[in-house]
């Protein structure tokens, strides 16, 4: 859990084309935990009128989030654990619980996948790219006391080139990355089925609120997620 039972914060990637799968991500988060959280939605337009995010608008980036990600520690301005999560994910397991299992030598866990995309286009016409360490940033653990972690300020985010940020070049020593078990961004259509449900789903080319990607691995557990929300926004009209 977080430090001192503080809330774990979890900041969500959010891109307005996508607003149902930041509702369905942030529905899952909070439904399975068992101790305190935070979950905060990143939003560009936000970060850029607070000052904190000035890069020209980049058309070729396939989310709005694509390096506000990397803003998540700041924005934490806590000493502890933060997460960011895409948007794109489903949890069916309890995210607090995992601080506890880290070591504080890291400055950061990902899961640390190495794989060729098998599509060429994903979400809604997006052309896949490949790149070192693909996906690693996808789902973040940054240890708000690492001194690497610190230096990660929004004028080196606002710095930095893409690949330096994506690729973890800020870390000064590749020993400081843990590496996560799959099964915390498991990414759909890229590895097959596990027997057991993984505990972070990734819908990484595209899931069920795209017409096209309806018959996904994991489609039916997150449309049973999206029924949970609309019966609570029902309610709450």
């Given at each position: 859990m977080s430090d001192h039972g503080k809330p774990l914060k979890v900041f969500v990637g959010y891109d307005p084309r996508e607003?149902?799968?930041?509702?369905v991500c942030r529905h899952s988060l909070l439904r399975h935990a068992t101790g305190p959280i935070e979950v905060i939605p990143l939003k560009q337009p936000a970060l850029r009128e607070l000052g904190l995010y000035r890069r020209?608008?980049?058309?070729?980036?396939?989310?709005?989030?694509?390096l506000t990600r990397f803003l998540t520690p700041y924005l934490a301005a806590d000493d502890g654990w933060a997460v960011f999560v895409d948007c794109d994910f489903l949890f069916t397991g309890d995210i607090t619980a995992l601080p506890a299992s880290l070591d504080d030598d890291k400055a950061i866990y990902v899961v640390q996948h190495d794989y060729?995309?098998?599509h060429q286009i994903k979400m809604d016409g997006k052309a896949q790219t490949?790149?070192?360490?693909?996906?690693?940033?996808?789902?973040?653990?940054?240890?708000?006391?690492?001194?690497?972690?610190?230096?990660?300020t929004p004028d080196l985010v606002n710095s930095a080139t893409p690949a330096q940020l994506h690729r973890f070049e800020w870390i000064r020593d590749d020993a400081h990355?843990?590496?996560?078990?799959r099964t915390w961004n498991f990414l759909v259509g890229e590895y097959d089925r596990p027997e057991q449900l993984p505990t972070a789903i990734h819908y990484t080319n595209g899931g069920p609120?795209?017409?096209?990607?309806r018959e996904v691995?994991?489609?039916?557990?997150?449309?049973?997620?999206?029924?949970?929300v609309e019966s609570r926004q029902a309610e709450a009209a």
């Open positions: 607003d149902i799968a930041w509702e020209p608008k980049d058309v070729t980036a396939s989310t709005d989030f694509s060729q995309p098998h490949t790149y070192p360490r693909k996906n690693w940033s996808s789902f973040m653990v940054f240890n708000g006391r690492h001194s690497d972690v610190k230096a990660l990355i843990g590496s996560l078990d609120w795209f017409d096209e990607w691995d994991f489609a039916r557990e997150w449309l049973e997620e999206l029924q949970r």
